[in-house]
């Protein structure tokens, strides 16, 4: 994959303004989608996220769950209508709930157009009801295979009988699920099939994401990459798929599955990147800014929003970093290199 330019020339920086209440990047890509850490702990270690041993941060480095809001609300008030809370697993946050529940009056007012979030489900069971009392309509949940010993092991730790449990409340709660699955060459390449059959059944969209280079792990990344042309390939053998305009907001590129009616989405950081529409940035836990999940530039939000009642300070550092988001990532995999970067998906935010 050739390299995408990271650097625009400073003429063009100068092109991520605050355009009235809109973000646009140098590319005049108009920002509104947030995605935001509130922690990187969770309680499995899938192999391909997260090294099994992991050394999480000190409690004290992340933000509280008010200055979360404050920060959230910041972009909120720079034009971002789509909020995606993430972790590592965010519902192992304490007092999770009471973030949500502030954030929700940007539903009410309007000004948000969705509040979400990515989950690994083991907790959903406790708290679907509440996310849809308050205003979450539809959760992603990451499920890779439905065979519970591979699950365990996929997961290090994880039941998948607790994960069902969570889903079947968000399905009594109301919530619309979207199912994320990574597929992973020679482990639940098999089952992709039987993901989308159970899946559709139940009405579910399902996501298929290809492996990305984020963090050292036990495993070898290109004993587990299955790139994602091959698998539509296989599929389109058995059902017609046809290609959708249909967007989330998110870089899935999404088919209709004519004998089931349900539909699969596609993330090919890898095969196809899907930078060229890219609305997103990610907040880690701590206040980091990435323009980019597949670069190292970074802007320190915690600094001015700790330094200051003010939120003037923060929106300028927010508008002053997306005058540096480049135009897409340049993810690799080869056997002879070391990951594209060094942090885990868990530190970044899903």
Same mark, same amino acid.
């Given at each position: 994959?050739?390299?995408?330019?990271?650097?625009?020339?400073?003429?063009?920086?100068?092109?991520?303004?605050?355009?009235?209440?809109? +973000?646009?990047?140098?590319?005049?890509?108009?920002?509104?989608?947030?995605?935001?850490?509130?922690?990187?702990?969770?309680?499995?270690?899938?192999?391909?996220?997260?090294?099994?041993?992991?050394?999480?941060?000190?409690?004290?480095?992340?933000?509280?769950?008010?200055?979360?809001?404050?920060?959230?609300?910041?972009?909120?008030?720079?034009?971002?209508?789509?909020?995606?809370? &993430?972790?590592?697993?965010?519902?192992?946050? =304490?007092?999770?709930?009471?973030?949500?529940?502030?954030?929700?009056?940007?539903?009410?007012?309007?000004?948000?157009?969705?509040?979400?979030?990515? /989950?690994?489900?083991?907790?959903?069971?406790?708290?679907?009801?509440?996310? $849809?009392?308050?205003?979450?309509?539809?959760?992603? @949940?990451?499920?890779?295979?439905?065979?519970?010993?591979?699950?365990?092991?996929?997961?290090?730790?994880?039941?998948?009988?607790?994960?069902?449990?969570?889903?079947?409340?968000?399905?009594? $709660?109301?919530?619309?699920?979207?199912?994320?699955?990574?597929?992973? =060459?020679?482990?639940?390449?098999?089952?992709?099939?039987?993901?989308? +059959?159970?899946?559709?059944?139940?009405?579910?969209?399902? &996501?298929?994401?290809?492996?990305?280079?984020?963090?050292?792990? @036990? /495993?070898?990344?290109?004993?587990? %990459?299955?790139?994602?042309?091959?698998?539509?390939?296989?599929?389109?053998?058995? %059902? &017609?798929?046809?290609?959708?305009?249909?967007? /989330?907001?998110?870089?899935?590129? %999404?088919?209709?599955?004519?004998? &089931?009616?349900?539909?699969?989405?596609?993330? /090919?950081?890898?095969?196809?990147?899907?930078?060229?529409?890219?609305?997103?940035?990610?907040?880690?836990?701590?206040?980091?800014?990435?323009?980019? +999940?597949?670069?190292?530039?970074?802007?320190?939000?915690?600094?001015?929003?700790?330094?200051?009642?003010?939120?003037?300070?923060?929106?300028?550092?927010?508008?002053?970093?997306?005058?540096? =988001?480049? =135009?897409?990532?340049?993810?690799?995999?080869?056997?002879?290199?070391?990951?594209?970067?060094?942090?885990?998906?868990?530190?970044?935010?899903?």
């Amino acid at each position: 994959m050739a390299t995408l330019l990271s650097n625009p020339p400073l003429a063009m920086s100068r092109a991520g303004r605050q355009a009235g209440d809109a +973000l646009i990047d140098p590319f005049s890509r108009r920002i509104s989608y947030l995605r935001v850490s509130v922690t990187d702990r969770c309680d499995f270690r899938c192999v391909y996220c997260m090294a099994e041993d992991m050394t999480f941060l000190p409690r004290r480095e992340l933000l509280t769950l008010e200055e979360l809001d404050r920060l959230c609300s910041a972009f909120v008030g720079l034009g971002v209508r789509k909020l995606r809370i &993430t972790g590592g697993e965010p519902l192992v946050r =304490k007092n999770v709930m009471t973030l949500f529940r502030g954030l929700s009056r940007h539903l009410v007012s309007g000004a948000l157009e969705e509040l979400t979030l990515t /989950t690994n489900g083991s907790r959903l069971a406790h708290h679907a009801a509440e996310l $849809a009392d308050i205003g979450v309509r539809r959760i992603n @949940v990451s499920l890779d295979t439905l065979d519970a010993g591979r699950f365990r092991e996929l997961t290090r730790r994880g039941d998948l009988g607790v994960v069902l449990d969570g889903i079947k409340a968000a399905e009594a $709660a109301g919530l619309r699920i979207k199912i994320n699955a990574v597929a992973l =060459k020679g482990i639940n390449e098999h089952e992709i099939e039987d993901l989308m +059959l159970w899946c559709h059944d139940r009405g579910h969209d399902l &996501t298929l994401i290809e492996t990305m280079p984020l963090g050292e792990v @036990v /495993t070898d990344r290109t004993d587990q %990459y299955l790139p994602l042309d091959l698998v539509r390939e296989r599929l389109a053998q058995r %059902y &017609t798929l046809t290609d959708l305009a249909m967007r /989330t907001g998110g870089p899935a590129r %999404y088919v209709r599955v004519e004998e &089931t009616g349900g539909r699969i989405g596609f993330i /090919t950081p890898m095969t196809h990147n899907f930078c060229e529409a890219c609305n997103r940035v990610r907040v880690t836990c701590t206040g980091t800014l990435f323009m980019c +999940l597949g670069q190292e530039d970074a802007a320190d939000l915690r600094a001015p929003l700790r330094g200051s009642e003010s939120d003037e300070a923060l929106r300028h550092a927010i508008v002053e970093a997306i005058a540096r =988001k480049p =135009k897409g990532h340049d993810f690799v995999i080869d056997r002879n290199s070391r990951p594209s970067l060094s942090r885990h998906m868990s530190m970044t935010g899903g």
